[in-house]
């Protein structure tokens, strides 16, 4: 049996600086994993358990797993990340074990263990198979039986929380729920901001306003940036301008319209 490995020591720490549109979010996690460790004689004299773990739930490429790495660089832990459907399909070995051993190693050092698509843990009405409902029973023991003063934290993310069944919710499983919205035209802004930090753009303090009015999830706002890069380098530009983002926008567009048509 394989165990899972942390995330690729060659990848840069993401970090609350990256992460745009979501302090309100960041500031409940900071609350929740920060607090418990810096006011930890404050929390035993009151007597309060902080959660187990916490369920990030809303709609794709809003920055659930981003939050879960910045985290993790926050609390200096390790960031150890488990697709479910991989677990499932078998591709570690035989599944519990997999996920026992995974549990082994995430509880020895101070870490985040990121469960992405849990809800494919339950599998649907129609097939909530054997591997499926085996995992359950060892995902629910291995949570359960984490030691009190352990410093593992675990972060839960799915973009379907109606497949999610509410045992999971229980005292010391997933007993926090945030919603990760899809970000509102100020966020964008924010995203983008940060985004492009790092780039050089032409002096037009109103592309990044005008951008933000496109209704676009951070993953999209990512494909744009990327895209608008792309155009500057085949245009043999260092410094981005406007129609370099209007271009990618354009490009971008063609494809989620082509990829629908082969979709359906
Ligand atoms: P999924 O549910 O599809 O797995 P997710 O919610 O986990 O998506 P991420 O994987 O964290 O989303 O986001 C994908 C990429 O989109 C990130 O690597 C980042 O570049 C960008 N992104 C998404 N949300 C934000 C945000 N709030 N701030 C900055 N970048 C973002």
């Known amino acids: 049996t394989r165990t899972i490995n942390s995330a690729a020591a060659l990848e840069s720490k993401v970090t609350w600086n990256d992460i745009g549109g979501l302090d309100g979010v960041i500031n409940e996690l900071h609350e929740c994993i920060v607090w418990p460790v810096t006011y930890r004689d404050k929390f035993v004299e ?14 794709p490429g809003t920055g659930k ?55 494919a843990i339950f599998g649907t009405r129609e097939n909530s198979g054997e591997v ?19 410093r593992l934290v675990i972060l839960a993310a799915t973009n379907a929380p109606d497949l999610i069944d509410a045992s999971i919710q229980r005292s010391g499983r997933l007993d926090k729920k945030i919603y990760i919205p899809l970000p509102s035209e100020s966020a964008r802004l924010d995203i983008l901001r940060r985004m492009v930090r790092h780039l050089s753009i032409e002096d037009d303090s109103d592309i990044l ?34 129609s370099d983002f209007e271009t990618a926008l354009q490009e971008n567009k063609r494809v989620s319209t082509s990829s629908s048509i082969f979709d359906s």
């Open 46 to 59: 009151l007597g309060i358990k902080p959660p187990r773990g916490i369920l990030l739930y809303g709609p």
């Open 65 to 119: 797993t981003m939050l879960a790495k910045a985290i993790a660089t926050e609390v200096s832990a390790n960031f150890i990340s488990v697709a479910i459907p991989d677990l499932i399909k078998g591709e570690f070995g035989e599944s519990e074990k997999a996920l026992a051993a995974t549990f082994e190693n995430a509880k020895r050092s101070p870490s985040i263990l990121f469960l992405d698509e849990i809800e």
């Open 132 to 150: 499926g409902k085996k995992l359950i029973s060892q995902l629910f023991l291995e949570m359960d039986n984490i030691p009190e003063d352990s």
């Open 209 to 242: 306003c005008d951008l933000a009015k496109h209704e676009l999830s951070g993953a999209e706002i990512k494909l744009l940036v990327r895209g608008a890069c792309y155009v500057a380098i085949r245009n043999n530009r260092e410094t981005l301008v406007r």
